[in-house]
DNA sequence: CACTGTAACTTTCATTATGCAAGTTACAAG
DNA sequence: CTTGTAACTTGCATAATGAAAGTTACAGTG
């Protein structure tokens, strides 16, 4: 059964998630920022079915976020490099693995960050980027944007008060 | 057919998607976050079939994001609010809600955020915590952490070098 | 009392997606 | 020639999904 597309609705994430919200893709992408770019790579990694890969990185490279290179004309053979919007990607992946980190992994993170030059070990958050207050669910508001429809301002005007825990 | 777990990777991206990566859940949590809570608001907002609601609400409970909580009595009628875990989702749920918006929204961002108190307009990025150093794919590295496994050390040791586009 | 409307699901059924496993093609290497 | 590899493609059985109808437990109304 086809799963109802995205592609109408007026949000961000909607968006984003008719990009990369199948099952694997995000991986996909994951893999891709560790430096994966072939075929059997993916699928050695991520122990993914070959027909699923397929249509996955089809779908990504579609979209945007991957770039099907030829690294050999004979035989032709095709690598999958992440493109400037794949790169952008890079915070949510990395929003989402701290999330994971900090509340599923049993024995502490798995993975951190560390500043390329200096080795120092990097603790992100989310800030504002010019008077860098901490950004978080209790403090900030969501309006409308300078692209926002007739169904973003419905969406916003149905939101009640924020419920205390 | 069932899709294979990510329970058995040891990533924490893998484990964050083992609990929201499936269709729809996101976009259930993104209502949640705006403050729906009940099965009727989240599927007029999402145009959601009521079985796969059920199924995702049910998985995201389980899963310690959202709060199934009784407000009536008689009858018996239930709503549904984000835990501490769930909230946690929040800096996820706003770089991929950023990335959407960028890259995808045709005439602007759809939403943009505010300060609660002042009103003041948001641009959220991802900072380390001490040193304020913005974090991009190019500015980092990935290391083992406290919790890394004989499966992370492998996957980081694949790795290569950067490409550069 | 009966009827209606609502909330929160549950059930049924047909369609699509998925994983497994085998297969195909175009090479290079021996 | 055979073998191995990369990158898929194909066939098939199973699971997930959407659409639509149904069920239950009420409250409200006439």
Chains 1, 2 share one sequence.
């Not at 053979?77 to 994971?100: A, C, M, N, Q, S």
Request: with cysteine; charged share 25%.
């Amino acid at each position: 059964m086809k799963h109802t597309s995205y592609k109408a609705m007026d949000c961000g994430a909607a968006q984003a998630l008719e990009c990369v919200g199948e099952w694997w893709s995000i991986l996909i992408l994951r893999d891709a920022f560790l430096g994966l770019s072939r075929f059997d790579e993916f699928q050695t990694s991520l122990g993914i079915a070959s027909n699923s890969l397929t249509r996955r990185l089809k779908h990504l490279t579609e979209n945007g976020l991957l770039d099907r290179r030829i690294y050999s004309e004979r035989p032709k053979r095709y690598e999958y490099i992440l493109t400037e919007r794949g790169r952008d990607f890079f915070p949510v992946l990395v929003t989402l693995t701290k999330w994971g980190n900090q509340h599923l992994a049993p024995n502490g993170a798995y993975v951190q960050l560390a500043d390329r030059l200096t080795g120092k070990l990097l603790e992100p958050i989310l800030m504002d980027k010019s008077s860098l207050l901490k950004i978080t669910y209790e403090n900030v508001t969501v309006q409308p944007g300078p692209g926002a429809t007739e169904e973003v301002l419905a969406r916003l005007a149905t939101r009640k008060v924020k419920n205390e825990q």
